[in-house]
């Protein structure tokens, strides 16, 4: 479970990568050149290192629309996002068709989810049945917000899961909104993690925007989940630092004051922070990191851009389609 040294940076630069990216596609929006973008920007750190405590590639994956960051470091690349955002051709979750950040990933076995959230839930649990039923060497990572563990589907996955002692990881990001609804309106108990004791599995909670404390939180359920002692609850704490998307305006039910105060603990200034305590990350590499990300921003907007629209025929697919077409 201990990280290597290159791997801790890497994971920074996985952090960083998603929110150069992440920041490009707000400027987009506001420029009229995509039509939504839902961010994942405060939430770098619970996504990475969820993602590095995995078999990525082998253990199983039902992502939330926020998990950007969690993408990449599964093999999404920026050229993909910027598709996705454009809605143009070659998109590979959906050749366009699905809503950007409706994720999915055959090659990182990333499961799409719908828009109802919290469906993704009880998608996580059957594929944790359907291991245990093979006896697989493998866990499923499910991720949802905390206002959507107010949803029944949830209770569902959670309830079966721990039943069945299915290797399922429940990860609750909680940013403390749900759109404009507050956690304390959402639930009655201070954490969503508390929610673990009436359906008898663990229930942790961990902050979120260190991404280290995250990854090790993760590790320990996932292994866990591999040694056959069922499933975990974690609740990553952290703070939605954009509106909920690029058609809110969270001037409405928040103060500018209290985003301020958040940005203190920035899950990028918190890891930078640690690696650099750590003598392990300095102005140069950040310097570098940073020039490395534009390039990369900047050519996945270039593609995008020059990439050509899907064609009109292919609406119908697979709607109608009588054969079965693997992207
Ligand atoms: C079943 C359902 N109800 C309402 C919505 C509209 N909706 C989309 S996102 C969202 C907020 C969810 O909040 P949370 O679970 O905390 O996730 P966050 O967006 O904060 O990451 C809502 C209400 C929806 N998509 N599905
Ligand atoms: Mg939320």
């Known amino acids: 479970m201990k990280l290597s040294n290159d791997i801790q940076v890497e994971m920074y630069w996985m952090m960083l990568l998603s929110r150069r990216l992440d920041e490009r596609a707000w400027v987009l929006h506001r420029q009229g ?10 939430q770098e750190a619970a996504q990475v290192g969820a993602a590095f405590a995995l078999r990525r590639g082998e253990d199983w994956v039902t992502p939330y629309y926020r998990d950007l960051a969690l993408m990449l470091c599964l093999g999404y690349t920026p050229r993909d996002f910027l598709l996705a955002l454009s809605g143009k051709q070659g998109e590979p979750t959906s050749g366009a068709r699905q809503m950007p950040s409706h994720w999915s990933m055959r090659k990182a076995n990333a499961v799409s989810h ?7 839930c009880p998608h996580a649990a059957g594929i944790g049945l359907a291991i245990k039923m093979r006896k697989e060497d493998k866990v499923v990572l499910t991720t949802l917000g905390e206002g959507s563990t107010s949803q029944g589907e949830w209770y569902e996955a959670v309830n079966w899961a721990a039943i069945h002692h299915l290797p399922v990881i429940f990860m609750v990001e909680n940013n403390e909104y749900a759109i404009s609804v ?12 508390d929610k673990a004791c ?14 280290f404390s995250v990854y090790r939180t993760v590790a320990e359920a996932v292994a866990d989940a591999r040694a056959g002692k069922g499933p975990t609850l974690i609740e990553a704490r952290m703070y939605r630092l954009t509106p909920h998307s690029s058609d809110d305006d969270d001037r409405t039910y928040r103060s500018r004051e209290e985003v301020e105060e958040a940005k203190k603990k920035d899950p990028l200034t918190v890891g930078r922070r640690i690696l650099e305590e750590a003598g392990l990350l ?19 907007v270039k593609f995008a ?10 609406a119908m697919f697979p709607v109608y389609a009588e054969e079965v077409r693997r992207g």
Not at 114 to 120: E, F, K, R
Not at 182 to 193: L, R
């Open 305 to 314: 851009e020059q990439a050509p629209y899907p064609d009109v025929a292919d």
């Open 182 to 193: 507050p956690a304390d309106k959402q639930m009655a108990v201070a954490s969503s993690a």
């Open 198 to 211: 009436g359906m008898g599995l663990r229930g942790i909670s961990v902050d979120g925007t260190d991404v």
């Open 282 to 300: 300095n102005q140069a590499k950040i310097d570098e990191m940073e020039m490395r990300a534009k390039e990369m921003v900047d050519d996945a």
């Open 33 to 42: 050149k995509i039509a939504f973008h839902i961010s994942g920007i405060g």
């Open 114 to 120: 719908s828009a109802p959230v919290a469906t993704q």
